[in-house]
């Protein structure tokens, strides 16, 4: 008999003991989780499969899962586009290998489902702070020159430059450089053949003055305007090597895009009219991007200093936003007969990108 009450007390203190352990080892793997968590290291989990509904990242990230067609893009084009592949299976593998995810409760860094990929001056920095307005859109505050200065840097480290989105947003970044750049077209492509385009367009005479005034601020010692646009000011021949003249001439910009894409994955903005009528223009690029109009007059009043719309003032905000003091500019006097030269040397030009995109834009 004693020896049984000895036994039993012996296990329940030992039973004592292992509960006592497993609280305390319970508890370092919770200071522990505390402890990486306050370090920005709770991302360290096994990462998700890129595309869920397919066992092949590449494609999905690529062509969002049809690969893009050899004959129609040519041997050139198709090494570029197997090039991304090997760079995209790459980025998949080191993943793997390293066991980091880019995807945690707070959403994921997804590659942008859409672009604003033009032009230089003509209101893209407006578009994209009135579309950040949105619930569902997140975008790259910066402009990431991805596909014109930093290609060689490879998808990773682009993808690593978006923000976190939830299901349901869409990613979006912009750099008005790709419509002139020559090899943008194809890397998108590359990218995604279903990314959404936004090009926003102003009169090309008017956003040369812009483009103009804007290098000038940088560079008082600029020669005048007049030099610079014309090789011969006698004959009037146009300088079409100066960049400030050579962006306006849409139309063959675009050509070279629609050799990789179709005419619907684009959405012609009008810059003047991003000014006039914000809430209207506005409309259209939400319709364009598959959101409910969010973005409406109730957001915009004009400012008379600037010479363009505003964001009203947010709840707990102080003051309404503006842009920056780079934007609205005054323009310095240009001679009319300038000018005028000017707009009868673009006007073939945007008669046919009229023709082109289906649009009268009223520039002549």
Same mark, same amino acid.
């Given at each position: 008999?004693?020896?049984?009450? +000895?036994?039993?007390?012996?296990?329940?203190?030992?039973?004592?003991?292992?509960?006592?352990?497993?609280?305390?080892?319970?508890?370092?793997?919770?200071?522990?989780?505390?402890?990486?968590? @306050?370090?920005? @290291?709770?991302?360290?989990?096994?990462? *998700?499969?890129?595309?869920?509904?397919?066992?092949?990242?590449?494609?999905?990230?690529?062509?969002?899962?049809?690969? *893009?067609? *050899?004959?129609?893009?040519?041997?050139?084009?198709?090494?570029?586009?197997?090039?991304?592949?090997?760079?995209?299976?790459?980025?998949?593998?080191?993943?793997?290998?390293?066991?980091?995810?880019?995807?945690?409760?707070?959403?994921?860094?997804?590659?942008?489902?859409?672009?604003?990929?033009?032009?230089?001056?003509?209101?893209?920095?407006?578009?994209?702070?009135?579309?950040?307005?949105?619930?569902?859109?997140?975008?790259?505050?910066?402009?990431?020159?991805?596909?014109?200065?930093?290609?060689?840097?490879?998808?990773? +480290?682009? $993808?690593?430059?978006?923000?976190?989105?939830?299901?349901?947003?869409?990613?979006?970044?912009?750099?008005?450089?790709?419509?002139?750049?020559?090899?943008?077209?194809? $890397? &998108?492509?590359?990218?995604?053949?279903?990314?959404?385009?936004?090009?926003?367009?102003?009169?090309?005479?008017?956003?040369?003055?812009?483009?103009?005034?804007?290098?000038?601020?940088?560079?008082?010692?600029?020669?005048?305007?007049?030099?610079?646009?014309?090789?011969?000011?006698?004959?009037?021949?146009?300088?079409?090597? +100066?960049?400030? &003249?050579?962006?306006?001439?849409?139309?063959?910009?675009?050509?070279?895009?629609?050799?990789?894409?179709?005419?619907?994955?684009?959405?012609?903005?009008?810059?003047?009219?991003?000014?006039?009528?914000?809430?209207?223009?506005?409309? $259209?690029?939400?319709?364009?991007?598959?959101?409910?109009?969010?973005?409406?007059?109730?957001?915009?009043?004009?400012?008379?200093?600037?010479?363009?719309?505003?964001?009203?003032?947010?709840?707990?905000?102080? $003051?309404?936003?503006?842009?920056?003091?780079?934007?609205?500019? *005054?323009?310095?006097?240009?001679?009319?007969?300038?000018?005028?030269?000017?707009?009868?040397?673009?006007?073939?030009?945007?008669?046919?990108?009229?023709?082109?995109?289906?649009?009268?834009?009223? +520039?002549?």
């Amino acid at each position: 008999m004693g020896c049984s009450v +000895w036994r039993a007390a012996f296990n329940f203190g030992h039973l004592k003991v292992q509960s006592k352990l497993s609280v305390f080892f319970t508890m370092i793997i919770l200071f522990t989780y505390l402890f990486y968590c @306050l370090n920005g @290291l709770c991302d360290s989990l096994p990462r *998700p499969v890129y595309d869920q509904q397919s066992s092949s990242p590449n494609k999905m990230i690529l062509n969002d899962g049809q690969e *893009p067609s *050899p004959q129609k893009l040519g041997a050139h084009n198709a090494s570029q586009v197997s090039f991304v592949r090997g760079q995209l299976s790459d980025l998949s593998n080191s993943d793997a290998k390293s066991n980091i995810s880019i995807a945690n409760s707070f959403g994921s860094k997804k590659f942008p489902q859409a672009i604003i990929i033009g032009v230089k001056k003509g209101g893209t920095r407006a578009l994209l702070e009135f579309l950040r307005i949105h619930p569902d859109v997140r975008a790259v505050g910066a402009e990431p020159h991805f596909f014109d200065r930093f290609y060689d840097k490879g998808l990773t +480290w682009y $993808r690593n430059l978006m923000p976190r989105t939830l299901e349901g947003q869409i990613t979006m970044e912009k750099t008005p450089s790709y419509f002139i750049t020559k090899e943008a077209p194809r $890397r &998108v492509f590359s990218m995604s053949r279903h990314a959404k385009l936004i090009v926003v367009v102003r009169d090309p005479v008017t956003r040369a003055v812009s483009d103009y005034t804007q290098t000038l601020t940088k560079s008082p010692g600029l020669p005048s305007f007049e030099n610079l646009a014309f090789r011969n000011t006698t004959t009037g021949l146009i300088d079409t090597s +100066w960049s400030a &003249v050579r962006i306006g001439i849409y139309a063959k910009h675009l050509e070279n895009w629609l050799h990789f894409f179709p005419l619907s994955s684009f959405l012609f903005v009008s810059g003047e009219r991003l000014v006039t009528d914000p809430a209207g223009e506005m409309g $259209r690029v939400q319709d364009f991007l598959g959101l409910k109009r969010v973005v409406t007059d109730k957001h915009f009043y004009f400012n008379q200093t600037k010479g363009f719309p505003c964001l009203k003032k947010p709840e707990g905000s102080s $003051r309404p936003r503006c842009l920056g003091k780079s934007k609205g500019r *005054p323009h310095p006097q240009i001679p009319s007969e300038v000018l005028l030269r000017l707009r009868d040397f673009y006007r073939p030009f945007n008669l046919k990108f009229y023709q082109m995109t289906g649009h009268d834009f009223g +520039w002549d």
